[in-house]
């Protein structure tokens, strides 16, 4: 070897040193050796031929040629592990020089074949680790028609080890990041069920239609997606909402909700988008207004149906320009909030009628939730009550010992037009009304709920529900058989009556408050002090 060749080996072997030492990203550092490897041999190929043990074949995941197809090739070929120049190396543990290929007797053709290289000289250095050999570093054809030599020989085996260790650590880096991977893919699957099962438990809810709800809130829970729910008055639906940005990756964030039905225009305008100080009478001081207050978080529109259309046209802009202008002012917020609304109306009907506009509907309703009605599923009945007598005896600070099946019987029985919030108030009624040490029963439960006709001939109320029951005012016969037991007092018997006319009413108009008093002729305020008083709402 010259002393021009030596210079330049020496040149390269530094520059591989530097490379082990400087390049972190495993995945690039023995591509690179094997480069300068090829480099320093002036050879036309060099590869890495790593062991599979299991199948004993070797296989090429690092080859530098200077045919780009032949390289290619190499990358998808597997030979067996005990033929070939390799594998000789392999066997023996020792370094292999060849110089005449083709005309050795453990040259494995099949290579060339695949490749439609031809194969002339090669060494091959065993690439062995604490534990064991792990392949076969080789280098092929020595370029000007020359042969290898014992200093090229020489060289390999000085970066042999460095290639291994590069190698199992880029193993074990790849090892390392998989299960990286499955262990992130593992946690977030635990922690979305942990989370379902922390951030729904305060929702009830045992059959397939509540099954479903779970379900669209983990899916929604996932995303940010715009998410309408769907359901009667008292299902439970900003329950769902508050669930749904719990479980989701803002959870932390602020969810501010904002009742749509209970301002007038003016201040809906200004409670959702801010105002500027002065911009009218009362506005005191500058406002954020919930979109700006929600940040990073949700803004839940609840009862969304009753927004005034000047409003809608408002709201649609926000949600199109993810901006606000706030009351007095003239230049538009940039706002990053997730909106979630509820309404107890079909809001697709509201649209038809023309009392909603069908562009927000399909902005609001990307992704719809109902909840159903408590009739729908009497299976949560029990459980939900037992749940509120539980709570209301802790608030009361009471000892109640339970619920008496006969007054599970009446619970079950009774059609809830109120549903789960109407429950609720039942049984803390109730709860207010036992004494210390109590199990609530049907004498704890009101009126309009002893009075609750059957649903239908199979349910007919027991004896006991029966000897309590109020006069029923769609069932004449009803009241003879009650006849023979007692007689309430009229007053009784009349709130019972209003009670059930104004269920049913409020049923009919899709439990919009203003549109039932209008039909009983009475007034919204009139209305909601007869809701209260008889629990239904
Ligand atoms: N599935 C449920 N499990 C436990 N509690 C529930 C469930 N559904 C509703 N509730 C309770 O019933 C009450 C009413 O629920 P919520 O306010 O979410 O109903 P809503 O559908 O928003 O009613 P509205 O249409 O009148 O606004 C709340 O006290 C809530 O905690
Ligand atoms: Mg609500």
Redesign the pocket.
Known sequence: MTDSADGERFRLLYELGCAFVAKTDLAELVPFVIAKCREALNAESASVLLLDRERNEFYFPYVSDENAKVAGVLAQLRVPADRGIAGAALISGKPLIVADAQNDPRFYRNVDTETGAVTRNIIAVPLTSGRGIIGVLEVLNRRGGLSFDPDDVALLEAVSGSVTIAIENARLYEQLRSSEATLLTQVSVLRRDLARDRRFA????SGPE?EDVFHLMESASASFITVL?E???????????RGIHRASARGEGPFVAVNCAALPETLLESELFGHRRGSFTGALRDSPGVFRAAAGGVVFL??VAEMPPRMQAKLLRVLEQEEVIPVGDSFPVKVDVRILS???RDLKQEVERGAFREDLYYRLSAFPIR?PPLRDRRE?IAL?AS??VANAADRHQKRIAGIDPSAIDLLMKFDWPG???Q??NEIDRAVALAHEGDTIGPYHLSPTLRGAPARSPITRPSSNARALAAPSDTDAANFSANAAATIQPLREARSEFEAKYISEALRRNG?NVSRTAEALSISRPALQEKMKTYHL?
């Open positions: 305060e929702i009830v809810g509540m729910i359901g009667e008055t008292g299902t439970g639906k900003e329950l769902v909402a609840d009862e509820a309404t107890n909840v949560d939900l749940r509120f549903n789960v919030r429950l609720r439990f709402r």
